[in-house]
């Protein structure tokens, strides 16, 4: 059974850093998509960040330039660094991996930046 296990988040002033964490239960090595969606109150889930199958990354126009995402072979984790937060990134998010034609999901991370 896969698992994906994040962590980070939580409250964290406007302008302000933090690191999520997508840590898998099994080798990242030869996965190629993988990514994190948001979901703020009353909208619909959005891709924030994202590998490619050809591993490029791509990012949301809306983060471009604040988030950074990146991945740890070794250690099976994925990463999203978002700096210069805004209100407006308020929201769950959740990792994903595509792996054997399906996605797998983390649990969900809340992230609330307060003004």
């Known amino acids: 059974q896969v698992q994906l296990v994040e962590s980070g988040g939580g409250l964290v002033q406007a302008g302000g850093s933090t690191r999520l964490s997508c840590a898998a239960s099994?080798?990242?090595?030869?996965?190629?998509?993988m990514g994190w969606y948001r979901q703020a109150p009353g909208k619909q889930r959005e891709l924030v960040a994202g590998?490619?199958?050809?591993?490029?990354?791509r990012y949301a126009d809306s983060v471009k330039g604040r988030f950074a995402i990146s991945r740890d072979n070794v250690k099976n984790t994925m990463y999203l660094q978002m700096n210069s937060l805004k209100p407006e990134d308020t929201a769950d998010y959740y990792c994903?991996?595509?792996?054997?034609?399906?996605?797998?999901w983390g649990q969900g991370t809340q992230v609330t930046v307060s003004s």
């Open positions: 590998f490619d199958s050809d591993r490029t990354p």
């Open positions: 099994l080798s990242i090595f030869s996965i190629n998509a």
């Open positions: 994903y991996m595509y792996i054997t034609s399906r996605d797998y």
